[in-house]
Protein backbone atom coordinates (compact mmCIF):
# COMPACT_ATOMS: atom_id res chain seq x y z
CA UNK A 1 0.00 0.00 0.00
CA UNK A 2 1.90 3.36 -1.17
CA UNK A 3 1.21 6.45 1.04
CA UNK A 4 0.88 8.14 -2.15
CA UNK A 5 -2.33 7.17 -4.24
CA UNK A 6 -2.68 7.10 -8.27
CA UNK A 7 -4.69 4.95 -10.47
CA UNK A 8 -3.31 2.04 -11.92
CA UNK A 9 -3.95 2.99 -15.50
CA UNK A 10 -4.56 5.56 -17.58
CA UNK A 11 -4.76 5.56 -21.79
CA UNK A 12 -5.29 8.31 -24.29
CA UNK A 13 -4.82 8.36 -28.40
CA UNK A 14 -1.21 9.72 -30.16
CA UNK A 15 -2.57 13.76 -29.76
CA UNK A 16 -4.61 13.97 -26.97
CA UNK A 17 -4.16 15.20 -23.83
CA UNK A 18 -4.11 12.76 -20.68
CA UNK A 19 -3.92 13.59 -16.96
CA UNK A 20 -2.81 11.76 -13.90
CA UNK A 21 -3.50 12.29 -10.56
CA UNK A 22 -1.77 11.52 -7.25
CA UNK A 23 -3.47 12.28 -3.84
CA UNK A 24 -1.74 12.66 -0.69
CA UNK A 25 -2.03 13.87 2.62
CA UNK A 26 -0.74 17.38 5.15
CA UNK A 27 2.16 15.12 5.86
CA UNK A 28 3.37 14.83 2.04
CA UNK A 29 1.93 16.56 -0.48
CA UNK A 30 0.37 19.27 1.37
CA UNK A 31 3.80 20.81 2.99
CA UNK A 32 6.14 19.82 0.43
CA UNK A 33 7.03 19.68 -3.29
CA UNK A 34 6.08 16.69 -5.86
CA UNK A 35 8.26 15.38 -8.06
CA UNK A 36 6.82 13.15 -11.13
CA UNK A 37 9.22 10.56 -12.41
CA UNK A 38 9.07 7.91 -16.15
CA UNK A 39 9.87 4.32 -16.69
CA UNK A 40 9.79 3.35 -19.74
CA UNK A 41 9.82 -0.73 -19.97
CA UNK A 42 12.73 -2.20 -18.35
CA UNK A 43 14.63 0.79 -17.24
CA UNK A 44 15.45 2.76 -14.08
CA UNK A 45 12.67 5.53 -13.49
CA UNK A 46 13.81 9.19 -15.24
CA UNK A 47 13.03 12.34 -13.85
CA UNK A 48 10.16 14.09 -14.81
CA UNK A 49 8.74 17.01 -13.10
CA UNK A 50 10.74 18.13 -9.65
CA UNK A 51 9.23 21.12 -7.54
CA UNK A 52 5.49 20.56 -8.56
CA UNK A 53 5.67 22.18 -12.19
CA UNK A 54 9.31 22.03 -13.24
CA UNK A 55 10.96 20.72 -15.82
CA UNK A 56 14.56 19.41 -16.05
CA UNK A 57 16.57 20.12 -19.26
CA UNK A 58 15.99 18.04 -21.94
CA UNK A 59 12.02 17.16 -20.96
CA UNK A 60 10.12 17.90 -23.70
CA UNK A 61 7.27 20.75 -22.67
CA UNK A 62 4.81 18.59 -23.55
CA UNK A 63 5.03 17.42 -19.88
CA UNK A 64 3.49 19.37 -17.00
CA UNK A 65 2.95 19.24 -13.15
CA UNK A 66 0.56 20.77 -10.80
CA UNK A 67 -0.48 20.95 -7.31
CA UNK A 68 -3.23 22.40 -6.07
CA UNK A 69 -3.68 21.24 -1.54
CA UNK A 70 -3.05 17.28 -1.10
CA UNK A 71 -3.37 16.26 -4.79
CA UNK A 72 -1.28 17.04 -8.03
CA UNK A 73 -1.22 16.42 -11.35
CA UNK A 74 0.66 15.28 -14.54
CA UNK A 75 -0.49 16.00 -18.00
CA UNK A 76 0.89 15.06 -21.09
CA UNK A 77 -0.49 17.04 -23.89
CA UNK A 78 0.17 16.12 -27.55
CA UNK A 79 0.42 12.50 -26.90
CA UNK A 80 3.01 10.01 -28.78
CA UNK A 81 3.56 6.35 -28.43
CA UNK A 82 6.67 6.80 -26.72
CA UNK A 83 5.33 8.16 -23.78
CA UNK A 84 4.17 4.85 -23.00
CA UNK A 85 5.14 4.06 -19.48
CA UNK A 86 4.92 3.64 -15.72
CA UNK A 87 4.64 7.02 -14.00
CA UNK A 88 5.08 7.49 -10.79
CA UNK A 89 4.83 10.77 -8.04
CA UNK A 90 6.66 11.10 -5.18
CA UNK A 91 7.09 13.68 -2.32
CA UNK A 92 8.92 13.79 1.06
CA UNK A 93 6.59 13.19 4.03
CA UNK A 94 7.42 14.68 7.10
CA UNK A 95 5.61 12.30 9.25
CA UNK A 96 8.19 10.30 11.77
CA UNK A 97 10.92 11.12 10.96
CA UNK A 98 10.77 12.19 7.51
CA UNK A 99 10.80 9.57 4.80
CA UNK A 100 10.72 9.84 0.44
CA UNK A 101 7.40 8.20 -0.61
CA UNK A 102 6.40 7.31 -3.67
CA UNK A 103 3.05 6.52 -5.12
CA UNK A 104 2.08 2.85 -6.52
CA UNK A 105 2.40 4.42 -10.07
CA UNK A 106 0.27 4.61 -13.26
CA UNK A 107 0.73 2.44 -16.12
CA UNK A 108 -0.21 4.62 -19.09
CA UNK A 109 -1.50 2.87 -22.29
CA UNK A 110 -1.33 4.71 -26.22
CA UNK A 111 -3.98 3.36 -28.10
CA UNK B 1 28.01 13.07 -17.89
CA UNK B 2 28.01 11.27 -14.45
CA UNK B 3 26.84 7.67 -14.49
CA UNK B 4 26.15 5.02 -11.47
CA UNK B 5 26.34 1.43 -11.29
CA UNK B 6 25.00 -1.09 -8.96
CA UNK B 7 26.80 -4.77 -8.75
CA UNK B 8 27.00 -6.96 -6.04
CA UNK B 9 25.34 -10.87 -5.31
CA UNK B 10 22.04 -11.48 -7.39
CA UNK B 11 21.10 -14.09 -4.62
CA UNK B 12 21.20 -13.89 -1.22
CA UNK B 13 19.80 -16.60 0.96
CA UNK B 14 17.00 -15.66 3.68
CA UNK B 15 18.57 -14.54 6.86
CA UNK B 16 21.49 -12.95 5.96
CA UNK B 17 23.13 -9.67 4.55
CA UNK B 18 22.33 -8.23 0.93
CA UNK B 19 25.40 -6.45 -0.07
CA UNK B 20 25.36 -4.19 -3.15
CA UNK B 21 27.98 -1.28 -3.99
CA UNK B 22 26.88 1.68 -6.81
CA UNK B 23 29.98 3.01 -8.89
CA UNK B 24 30.04 6.61 -9.88
CA UNK B 25 31.85 7.77 -12.65
CA UNK B 26 32.42 10.57 -14.76
CA UNK B 27 31.91 12.79 -11.65
CA UNK B 28 33.15 12.80 -8.14
CA UNK B 29 31.00 11.21 -5.02
CA UNK B 30 32.52 14.21 -2.85
CA UNK B 31 31.36 17.24 -4.91
CA UNK B 32 29.10 19.18 -2.85
CA UNK B 33 25.26 19.13 -3.30
CA UNK B 34 24.73 15.48 -4.12
CA UNK B 35 23.39 13.05 -1.86
CA UNK B 36 23.75 9.29 -2.81
CA UNK B 37 20.53 7.12 -2.21
CA UNK B 38 19.12 3.77 -2.65
CA UNK B 39 15.77 2.96 -4.15
CA UNK B 40 14.10 0.10 -4.43
CA UNK B 41 10.98 -1.68 -6.76
CA UNK B 42 9.33 -5.06 -5.88
CA UNK B 43 8.58 -7.36 -8.64
CA UNK B 44 5.81 -5.35 -10.58
CA UNK B 45 5.26 -2.87 -7.65
CA UNK B 46 6.36 1.20 -6.84
CA UNK B 47 9.20 2.34 -5.86
CA UNK B 48 10.26 2.16 -2.27
CA UNK B 49 13.21 4.99 -0.56
CA UNK B 50 15.96 3.53 1.25
CA UNK B 51 18.14 5.53 2.46
CA UNK B 52 20.85 8.22 1.30
CA UNK B 53 24.07 9.29 2.15
CA UNK B 54 26.51 12.23 2.06
CA UNK B 55 29.93 12.28 1.08
CA UNK B 56 30.88 12.94 4.48
CA UNK B 57 29.57 10.16 5.80
CA UNK B 58 26.59 11.89 7.22
CA UNK B 59 23.25 9.30 6.38
CA UNK B 60 19.70 9.10 6.64
CA UNK B 61 17.43 5.66 6.28
CA UNK B 62 13.56 5.15 6.14
CA UNK B 63 12.23 4.75 9.57
CA UNK B 64 10.52 1.20 8.62
CA UNK B 65 13.97 -0.31 7.01
CA UNK B 66 16.29 1.79 9.78
CA UNK B 67 16.86 -1.01 12.12
CA UNK B 68 18.39 -3.09 8.93
CA UNK B 69 20.30 -0.69 6.91
CA UNK B 70 23.39 0.31 6.61
CA UNK B 71 24.86 2.72 4.15
CA UNK B 72 28.25 3.74 3.52
CA UNK B 73 30.70 5.94 1.26
CA UNK B 74 34.36 5.23 -0.25
CA UNK B 75 35.22 8.23 -1.86
CA UNK B 76 38.80 6.86 -2.47
CA UNK B 77 37.03 4.41 -5.25
CA UNK B 78 34.32 7.02 -6.45
CA UNK B 79 31.41 4.38 -4.82
CA UNK B 80 29.12 4.31 -1.89
CA UNK B 81 27.56 0.71 -0.76
CA UNK B 82 23.81 -0.71 0.83
CA UNK B 83 23.72 -3.30 3.62
CA UNK B 84 20.62 -5.03 4.21
CA UNK B 85 20.91 -7.52 7.26
CA UNK B 86 18.15 -10.11 7.68
CA UNK B 87 16.83 -10.69 4.91
CA UNK B 88 13.57 -12.34 3.46
CA UNK B 89 11.43 -12.96 0.65
CA UNK B 90 9.49 -9.49 0.90
CA UNK B 91 13.42 -7.91 0.19
CA UNK B 92 13.12 -9.39 -3.12
CA UNK B 93 13.65 -6.24 -5.58
CA UNK B 94 15.00 -4.32 -8.35
CA UNK B 95 17.76 -2.08 -6.15
CA UNK B 96 18.80 1.28 -7.67
CA UNK B 97 21.04 3.36 -7.05
CA UNK B 98 20.21 7.37 -7.72
CA UNK B 99 21.88 10.41 -7.07
CA UNK B 100 19.78 13.38 -4.98
CA UNK B 101 20.73 16.45 -6.72
CA UNK B 102 20.17 19.63 -4.15
CA UNK B 103 19.38 21.76 -7.32
CA UNK B 104 16.20 19.76 -7.87
CA UNK B 105 16.13 18.19 -4.63
CA UNK B 106 15.30 15.12 -6.85
CA UNK B 107 16.73 11.49 -8.09
CA UNK B 108 17.98 13.09 -10.81
CA UNK B 109 20.69 10.46 -11.93
CA UNK B 110 19.75 6.79 -11.31
CA UNK B 111 21.88 3.87 -11.92
CA UNK B 112 20.32 0.81 -14.30
CA UNK B 113 19.28 -1.36 -11.40
CA UNK B 114 20.13 -4.71 -10.30
CA UNK B 115 17.91 -7.94 -9.31
CA UNK B 116 18.31 -9.26 -5.96
CA UNK B 117 16.51 -12.87 -5.20
CA UNK B 118 16.00 -13.62 -1.63
CA UNK B 119 15.62 -17.47 -1.85
CA UNK B 120 17.63 -20.70 -0.09
Known amino acids: QSVLTQPPSASGTPGQRVTISCSGS????????VYWYQQLPGTAPKLLIY???QRPSGVPDRFSGSKSGTSASLAISGLRSEDEADYYC????????????FGGGTKLTVL | QVQLQESGPGLVKPSQTLSLTCTVS??????????WSWIRQHPGKGLEWIGY???????YYNPSLKSRVTISVDTSKNQFSLKLSSVTAADTAVYYC????????????WGQGTMVTVSS
Open chain 2, 98 to 109: ARINTMFDAFDI
Open chain 2, 26 to 35: GGSISSGGYY
Open chain 2, 53 to 59: IYYSGST
Open chain 1, 26 to 33: SSNIGSNY
Open chain 1, 51 to 53: RNN
Open chain 1, 90 to 101: AAWDDSLSGNWV
